[in-house]
Structures are given as structure tokens and as C-alpha cells.
């Protein structure tokens, strides 16, 4: 199973590609969590991205289509995978399209924007491993603190509320063909963002037997 993710900044793909990648034994590639991490760790890749996230804009499609043709060669990935945030312009889903690479499904998750805006206001993520979390909707065991690793659990840099607008700006401007585009080739699912992220799983799984 080659699958994409579509969807708004906190639509919850991360949250529903963590669920079904161990239900369907596939890695989940999410290209913010790479351009995290080589953020965290001050890769020149890194410290490029950090201006185009701390203001909400994509990185430049040439340094996203290079992460992911890398990791896509990665042996894990030879039986399918879930891209979670990737493509996210036209040119680099025709990007992977040249790659060779036949996506078999694309879930499209549709949240209203007033959504968006509390989701993203109440996401916690663990600054240590990265795991994300909901003040609501997803609460770690022990108020503050990861349940993975102990660690402090922090307010994502691009989660504050003018860098959300931004982001939902640049959504609708540039990843939003998307959806036309993935239609025309008869590839996409749409799937209504639930209030449980477990009612989300439910149907997004459905799509992917339909
Ligand atoms: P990235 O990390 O991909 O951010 P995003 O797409 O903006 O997505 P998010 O991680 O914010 O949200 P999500 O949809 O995964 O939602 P989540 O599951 O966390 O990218 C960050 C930046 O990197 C970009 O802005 C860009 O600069 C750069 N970048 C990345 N990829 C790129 C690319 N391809 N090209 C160019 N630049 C790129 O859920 C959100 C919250 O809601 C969580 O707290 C969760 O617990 C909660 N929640 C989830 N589902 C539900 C539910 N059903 N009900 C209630 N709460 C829920």
C-alpha cells in the first residue's frame, strides 16, 4: 500500500498515519518531522528550512523532493508506505510521479479551518522524540510529560496563532490543487475529519478497503 495523506496543517495526518502504519506494518514519512529533526540537530538542510517554517511557507519544493526520493529508497519502504505531508505543491507530486512511484491511495482529511485554529492551539508535542499530543484531545498520562520518554512536552514554534493563519493561507494556496489533481487520476478518498481522532481512524481505514 502506497498511500498519501492530504490535508490542512493540523488536519491530523500525523496523528491517523502513527495509527495505520502499525495496522497496515508500513512506515509513516513525514517530511516536518525530518525537516525537524535536521533542524534540531543543525544540518545545512536544517538551518535552511528553519526561516520558511518559523514564518508558516513551505520549504522550496527541490530541498522536500530530495528528502523524500532519499528516503523512499530506503529498503523499509519497499513493501509501501504512508506519506504524511508530502506532496504538498503540483510540482512535487509530479516530482513523484517521474520517480517511478504508482501511490495507490490519497485520503484526503478535510477539517474546517475553525477547527484547524483550536487543534493547533492545543497541540503539545514532547521536545525530546517528538510525539504529539492534545490538551483535549490527546492527553499524555501525566499532565505535561511524554508518554514515551519522560520528557517536557512544548508548544510547536509554528503552532502560535499568526504563524496557523499563515499556514492555512499557504494550504489553500498551494496544496489545495492537490485534491483536483489526485482526483482527476481517480486516486482520492475523501474522509470528514471526526471529533475523536478514534471515529477518523474508523473511517479512514474504510477508505482504504473501498
Ligand atoms: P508538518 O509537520 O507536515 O505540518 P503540517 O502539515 O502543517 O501538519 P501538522 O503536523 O501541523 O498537522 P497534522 O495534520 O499532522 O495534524 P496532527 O495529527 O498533528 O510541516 C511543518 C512545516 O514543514 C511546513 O509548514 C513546511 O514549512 C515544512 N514542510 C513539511 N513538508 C513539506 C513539503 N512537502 N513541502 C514544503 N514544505 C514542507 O493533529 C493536530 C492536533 O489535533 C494534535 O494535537 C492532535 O492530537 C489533534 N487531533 C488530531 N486528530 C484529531 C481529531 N480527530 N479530533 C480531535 N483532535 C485531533
Redesign the pocket.
Known amino acids: 500500500m502506497k498511500l498519501i495523506l492530504l490535508?490542512?496543517?493540523?488536519?491530523?495526518?500525523?496523528?491517523?498515519a502513527e495509527i495505520i502504519c502499525k495496522h497496515c506494518s508500513i512506515p509513516a514519512i513525514?517530511?516536518?518531522?525530518i525537516?525537524?529533526a535536521a533542524l534540531k540537530a543543525q544540518t545545512e538542510m536544517g538551518l535552511r528550512?528553519r526561516d520558511?517554517?518559523e514564518k508558516?511557507?513551505?520549504?522550496p519544493?527541490e530541498v522536500?523532493i530530495g528528502i523524500i526520493q532519499d528516503r523512499l529508497s530506503e529498503d523499509d519502504c519497499a513493501d509501501g508506505f504512508i506519506l504524511?505531508?508530502?506532496?504538498?505543491?503540483v510540482p512535487?507530486a509530479e516530482a513523484l510521479d517521474k520517480m517511478g512511484i504508482e501511490i495507490d491511495r490519497v485520503i484526503d482529511?478535510e477539517v474546517p479551518d475553525e477547527k484547524i485554529i483550536e487543534?493547533?492551539s492545543?497541540?503539545?508535542v514532547c521536545a525530546h522524540c517528538g510525539a504529539?499530543?492534545?490538551l483535549l484531545?490527546?492527553q499524555p498520562k501525566t499532565e505535561g510529560v511524554c508518554d514515551n520518554c519522560g520528557e517536557q512536552l512544548v508548544q510547536r514554534a509554528?503552532d502560535k496563532a499568526e504563524t496557523v493563519l499563515e499556514?492555512l493561507k499557504v494550504y489553500h494556496a498551494q496544496t489545495e490543487p492537490l485534491i483536483a489533481f489526485y482526483r482527476a487520476k481517480g486516486k482520492l478518498h475523501v474522509v470528514e475529519?471526526?471529533?475523536?481522532?478514534a471515529?477518523?481512524t474508523a473511517l479512514t481505514l474504510k477508505a482504504l478497503e473501498d
Not at 513525514?30 to 518531522?33: E, V
Not at 508558516?56 to 520549504?59: A, E, H, I, M, T
Not at 475529519?193 to 481522532?197: A, F, K, R
Open positions: 490535508g490542512a496543517p493540523g488536519a491530523g495526518k500525523g496523528t491517523q513525514s517530511t516536518g518531522n525537516i525537524r528550512a520558511y517554517i508558516g511557507l513551505l520549504v519544493d522536500v504524511d505531508g508530502f506532496p504538498r505543491t512535487q482529511l487543534r493547533m492545543g497541540r503539545r504529539s499530543y492534545h484531545y490527546k509554528d499556514r475529519g471526526q471529533d475523536e481522532i471515529d477518523t
